[in-house]
């Protein structure tokens, strides 16, 4: 499908939260914001890593022993590729002309308890274009989710841009960006989750045992730095544009995370301290591309730079003319590359636990 070049290409970036862990609930939270997002024009539309039914914040925090509970609830709120939740996607995307690019956590039809970090970019049709598993769960990612594959690690041509996605912190990977890179990619989707906490912030223990603490001088993990500079490469190095899509961490999962744990306070603390991650977009350079938001009574448009705290979609116009300047420079996967001294090779195969002849 041949994208247009003329007519400026809006971006709806879905800055919100699940109903945590509620597979139903959400979709339905989803498909109303697909809706919204529509009516203020919007071609391509754009939600948080795993945003059905939830990111499981918990693991970061909580031992393992103390999590049973939590992942039985994720594996049964967790939704398969084919089923009701997202048909129900693929029908609001086709009802309404629009590309959705969606973060589920999948489960398999072979296995009550293996699960993906998924994402999905259905086209305007209704019709699958990408199905992706995150390569690499990311530390604590490991006790929720299984290693995905190279299937997805495809751009899709659609009639608003040439559109591809990785989740979280396989933005990191040159080679998987790289991939999606020689496949002319113009929009460059990352999605990423509410908070992602790598050491408990300052004053989630108290005051007393957090000064200890801060004498170490460990910092935590920065959402919105370690973000935008991965995905400001990729937008420098790809002369695409980005779109950095956070969830927002709601009340319902503090309170889910810390029931039931032996600190449960000092898990509550945590989580709402923790740094939040944020929604934005760049330009085919790696700068900042301000957004606006709409005012759902008046209509009215708001610029921001960027959406973190609250829920709220941001829009933004690319016009997918300016990926073309920048690789006069240097196209790295074209005329500024050296075909003939590297290789890189992907493996698309799907894999399943068996094959019977």
């Given at each position: ?6 007519t400026?290409?809006?971006i ?7 109903v945590f ?15 919204e ?24 925090l ?24 997202i ?14 690019s969606m ?28 199905h ?27 009639a ?19 991939a999606l ?11 990423w989750p509410?908070?992602w906490?790598?050491r ?8 007393e ?40 961490l ?14 449960a ?12 991650g944020?929604?934005m977009f ?12 709409v ?10 730079d ?7 979609i ?6 997918l ?9 240097h ?9 003939d001294?590297?290789e ?7 894999r399943?636990?068996v094959?019977?002849?």
């Amino acid at each position: 499908m041949g994208q247009n070049m003329t007519t400026p290409t809006r971006i709806a970036a879905c800055h919100v939260a699940p109903v945590f862990l509620s597979a139903k609930e959400t979709t339905a939270k989803a498909v109303s914001l697909i809706h919204e997002a529509a009516g203020n024009d919007a071609n391509l539309v754009v939600f948080p890593e795993s945003y059905i039914p939830a990111f499981p914040v918990w693991s970061a925090l909580r031992p393992p022993s103390e999590n049973h509970e939590l992942f039985k609830q994720m594996a049964t709120e967790s939704i398969y590729i084919d089923g009701d939740e997202i048909g129900a996607i693929r029908a609001a995307a086709k009802q309404l002309g629009v590309v959705v690019s969606m973060g589920f956590s999948e489960k398999a039809r072979h296995s009550s308890a293996t699960l993906w970090n998924a994402n999905v970019l259905v086209g305007a049709d209704g019709e699958i274009l990408v199905h992706h598993r995150k390569l690499v769960p990311t530390f604590y990612e490991k006790l929720t989710w299984a290693p995905g594959d190279g299937h997805g690690l495809e751009v899709a041509a659609t009639a608003f841009g040439r559109v591809g996605a990785l989740i979280c912190g396989e933005n990191t990977n040159p080679l998987a960006r790289y991939a999606l890179a020689a496949q002319g990619e113009q929009i460059h989707i990352s999605s990423w989750p509410p908070v992602w906490p790598t050491r408990l912030p300052p004053g989630a223990l108290g005051e007393e045992a957090d000064g200890k603490a801060a004498r170490g001088g460990a910092k935590s993990y920065d959402n919105v730095g370690a973000n935008r500079t991965r995905a400001a490469a990729h937008c420098f190095e790809a002369k695409c544009f980005g779109v950095l899509c956070a969830s927002v961490l709601g009340a319902d999962a503090v309170e889910a995370a810390a029931s039931g744990s032996g600190a449960a306070e000092v898990v509550a603390r945590g989580l709402r301290l923790s740094s939040r991650g944020a929604t934005m977009f760049l330009d085919t350079t790696g700068a900042l591309l301000p957004g606006f938001t709409v005012d759902g009574g008046t209509s009215a448009r708001a610029r921001r730079d960027l959406l973190q705290e609250d829920e709220g979609i941001l829009y933004a116009d690319v016009d997918l003319g300016d990926c073309v300047e920048g690789k006069q420079y240097h196209d790295v996967a074209g005329g500024y590359q050296r075909l003939d001294v590297f290789e890189l090779k992907v493996d698309r195969t799907r894999r399943e636990p068996v094959s019977f002849r």
